[in-house]
């Protein structure tokens, strides 16, 4: 299947490889990479192998994607604990839950999260075919087990959040290659996920780096896509790969909010001083109210009895004339160089709890001891409840709070179909969002989401 970009898109995309991101000044590129490069040429050597690597998690640092609002805005929103406080009507959709089609947010999130395929498939296409005296093929299988995760992991959210998607395989190159790309179901999408996640198991590193791609970044990602598929086992299984690895564990709120790559993380975007993060810069500060701030809710939750150490997540700096007016301290940092966390041990935790909890024969004790390992670090007392049911409950709970800046509320509501009782969304067409309007327009395979 060809790879899909909106066919209005295709040109720039191609562009952009062409030049071998030369345009990026991101932490991961080598400053000295070539600037401008045929396609035919692009990836030559080691040098510029690497180069296309790096650039592809450079991609995921995009200020629609994981390295800003976007995308991550539009789950924060939308998930009922965040609000809008900004003057840009197309945020204020996901609060109210009236998006559109020719939202603004959406499709300028998709069109950067495509683009992060191309960048992954140009690596996936290239690399193999390279033939470089000193190269070592296991350096060769690194990179595409790297490339094979990222794009994985791009379809995970592309369909998570849009439902139906093509499922992009090979790189735009021109307009013409974007052609005749059929969507696929929400449920093949994840399908292929696993398929490609099958694959990068065999090739990424077993080295762990919490910055780069490897064999327990791909062991926390098929948990996450088990719990998404209700394979409760699998979920289990996955996340015990990780839960008591010398490499992780649970450590003070003080260090995730201020220290970088620690047990906690495992995997998280770097940024740095010259390559600082977007994110910050569309919440709340202490000087003035920007685009999102966190709710009322929110904070009330986080400085309770439940929330324990979390409260270091949100301050109140409200005033007489400012009521109500609450910041975030998780992407506030000094130099704007905070990191963005895709995957930490306390999701794995609490994946494998509620794994546990719902398999077809339940351990309800080891659910409580999953469950309780996260409250305890935050200084919680421990969850009691004796049912699956309340379990569950408390799980679900435990994952807003825990994870509150970090896009999953709004998903977890929708993959356990709560997000109807829960928030009010009876009409279930919203609990996808609409495909963006042009794509439609422009591309007779793409069909609009039922509802839009």
């Known amino acids: 299947m060809k790879q899909y970009i909106s066919k209005r898109k295709a040109l720039g995309c191609a562009v952009s490889f062409i030049v071998l991101f030369a345009s990026c000044t991101d932490y991961f590129l080598n ?6 490069i045929s396609d035919e040429f692009a990836i030559t050597d080691a040098q510029s192998a690497e180069t296309a ?24 929103l939308s998930g009922g604990d965040h609000i809008w406080v900004g003057t840009q009507n197309h945020y204020y959709t996901f609060v109210t839950h009236t998006y559109r089609p020719d939202n603004r947010t959406l499709n300028d999130s998709w069109n950067a999260m495509n683009q992060v395929v191309n960048r992954a498939n140009q690596v996936i296409d290239k690399i193999p075919r390279l033939n470089v005296t000193g190269l070592l093929e296991e ?10 995760t990222i794009r994985a992991l791009v379809h995970f959210d592309l369909a998570r959040a849009w439902g139906n998607i093509p499922i992009v395989t090979s790189p735009t190159t021109s307009p013409s290659s974007a052609s005749d790309v059929n969507q696929s179901s929400q449920q093949e999408v994840y399908a292929h996920v696993l398929s490609d996640l099958e694959t990068a198991e065999q090739l990424a590193s077993p080295v762990f780096d919490s910055n780069r791609v490897n064999v327990y970044t791909i062991y926390a990602f098929k948990a996450r896509v088990y719990l998404y598929l209700k394979q409760w086992d699998k979920a289990e299984e996955y996340a015990s ?35 600082k993060s977007n994110y910050f810069s569309v919440w709340s ?7 999102l701030a966190p709710s009322r809710t929110l904070y009330d939750l986080l400085h309770s009895g439940a929330g324990g150490e979390r409260a270091k997540l949100v301050k109140d ?14 992407y506030w940092r ?10 930490r041990i306390a999701e794995q935790y609490l994946i494998r709890a509620e794994a546990r909890a719902k398999k077809a024969n339940p351990d309800l004790p080891g659910a409580l001891s999953d469950l309780n ?22 799980i679900e709970n435990e994952r807003r709070l825990e994870l509150a800046f970090e896009p999953h509320r709004w998903f977890d509501l929708v993959r356990t179909e709560r997000a109807g009782e829960v928030l009010g969304i009876t009409d279930r067409n919203k609990w996808i969002f609409p495909l963006p309007y042009n794509d439609v327009q422009t591309d007779a395979n793409l069909n609009q989401n039922t509802g839009y």
Do not use: C, M
Request: charged share 20%; no cysteine; aromatic share 12%.
């Open 285 to 291: 500060s202490d000087s003035y109210r920007n685009t």
């Open 31 to 36: 400053p000295e990479s070539p600037q401008y």
């Open 139 to 148: 350096t060769k299988k690194h990179w595409l087990g790297e490339a094979y």
């Open 334 to 343: 000094p130099n704007n160089d905070n990191p963005t966390y895709l995957f």
């Open 373 to 394: 390992a996260v409250r305890e670090r935050a200084n919680v007392e421990p969850a009691t409840a004796l049912t699956t049911g309340q379990i569950v409950l408390d």
């Open 53 to 76: 690597v790096l650039g592809t998690y450079s991609a995921l640092q995009h200020g629609e994607y994981y390295g800003g609002d976007g995308f991550q805005s539009a789950a924060n």
């Open 241 to 275: 790969k990780l839960i008591g690895n010398i490499h992780f564990g649970l450590v003070g709120w003080d260090n995730i909010l201020t220290a970088k790559n620690t047990k906690e993380s495992i995997w998280e975007l770097a940024f740095s001083t010259s390559d």
């Open 317 to 330: 700096v409200s005033t007489d004339t400012k009521l109500d007016y609450y910041v975030q301290l998780l």
